[in-house]
């Protein structure tokens, strides 16, 4: 399955285990639109 931005259609991943397509936001376009957002999520996952 393709994991694909739904904001700039970029690919974001794959898992090979199912397939078809899937939809999220990248991190760059995570970090453009939702700036706040951002810095928790990403905050969150250098903190572990």
Do not use: T
Not at 7 to 17: E, F, H, L, T, Y
Not at 19 to 42: A, D, M, Q, T, V
């Amino acid at each position: 399955m393709f994991k694909v931005c739904s904001w700039c259609q970029s690919k974001i991943g794959w898992d090979a285990n199912l397939s078809g397509e899937s939809h999220g936001i990248c991190p760059r376009c995570l970090r453009k639109f939702f700036p706040k957002e951002y810095s928790s999520i990403i905050g969150k996952k250098k903190h572990r």
